[in-house]
């Protein structure tokens, strides 16, 4: 059985060229990992401009980028702002396949994280539970207009 860092090792490496049908990427940092890939800083060629990226092992067991995708696409037919939009995709054969998104900050780890006592206020837990309420809100009204996400 390989090991975690052997098989990130089809993931992409910092420097690393990225292309797709529309235009090249470089990659800058790693932002964050998880158990379906991970999430990367890169900069689009053609003008400079950061983008962040989320890449999934070709050899996933379970593959979950092109749902994230089917969503993103769905929430951009009901207007939601809580959702990023696709902006290009594809794929590294037979390493692994990626789609590029807006850079939009920090996530919620992080932002805790950064509070001196690691946790955040009793106001910022119920605005933030709100925020995720009315995306799961905007989320299954797009499944009720008829375009099933799963």
Not at 92 to 115: A, E, P, S, Y
Not at 124 to 134: D, E, M, P, Y
């Amino acid at each position: 059985m390989q090991s975690s860092d052997e098989t990130d090792d089809v993931l992409p490496h910092d420097e690393e060229i990225l292309k797709t049908k529309k235009d090249k990427y470089r990659v800058i940092a790693l932002l964050g990992k998880g158990g379906y890939g991970a999430v990367y800083s890169v900069l689009r060629l053609s003008d400079s401009e950061k983008f962040a990226i989320k890449c999934e092992k070709a050899t996933a067991a379970k593959k979950v980028l092109l749902m994230d995708c089917n969503v993103m696409k769905g929430a951009i037919q009901i207007k939601s702002r809580h959702f990023c939009v696709v902006l290009d995709r594809a794929n590294v054969k037979d390493r692994f396949n990626f789609i590029v998104m807006k850079l939009i900050g920090k996530n919620l780890w992080d932002l805790r994280q950064d509070r001196p006592d690691g946790r955040f206020t009793l106001g910022t837990s119920l605005k933030t539970a709100a925020q995720c309420l009315v995306s799961i809100e905007h989320l299954h009204s797009v499944e009720k207009r008829g375009s099933p996400l799963i």
